[in-house]
Structure formats: C-alpha cells, structure tokens
C-alpha cells in the first residue's frame, strides 16, 4: 500500500498520510505515565489493503513502573487514538521496552 487512504463521503474526502498516523501513535505512547521516551526504531507500522495496521513500538520507561501495566496502557491508548482519529483498525501492538531509565526526559 503506498501509506495513504482514503475516506469519502457525500461532504468529501480524507486521505490519511502515513506519517499522520505515525504521529498519532507516537503522541499516544508519550502520553501514558512510565514511558519516558521512543527508542531505536521509535514507531514501525504496516498497513494492510483492509485497512488494518500493526504496530511495533520501542519504548524506554521508567524506573519503578510495572512493564506489563505501562506496555498494557501504551497498547490501550495507541487503539483507542487511532480508531478514534482515522479510518484504520488496530489489529497488533507490540510494546518492546529497550531500556529502563531513572529520570524523564525533557
């Protein structure tokens, strides 16, 4: 798929850029208490011809949190933002937490 879709209607259309929904995953992942920031990769997604995505996120969090409940609130909030902004469904999500900091970041 060439990373763009499109939504029409009787009122028009909106085409949805890819990196308009890897902008809405990233402020979704930063906006859950744990995370402190994006690593490595950050954000990968593939998108499917029925308008499915699937998500892979790389994460620091931080120190003192519980991987399982932050990685569970990261994949709640990705799903609910991205359903709730576009036409796409969530299908995956797969948190991966490359490090464990001791402060946030600014």
Known sequence: MSGKNLQQDRTGSAIYGKNVILSIITLATKEITGVVSL?????????????????????????????????????????????????YRVKNINVNVLEVGFEEEV
């Open 39 to 87: 690593q490595g990769r950050g954000v990968k997604i593939d998108i499917d011809e029925d308008n499915n995505i699937f998500v892979d996120v790389f994460i620091k969090i931080l120190y003192g949190h519980s991987v399982a409940d932050v990685a569970f609130r990261v994949q709640e909030n990705i799903k609910r933002s991205v359903e709730t902004m576009s036409v």
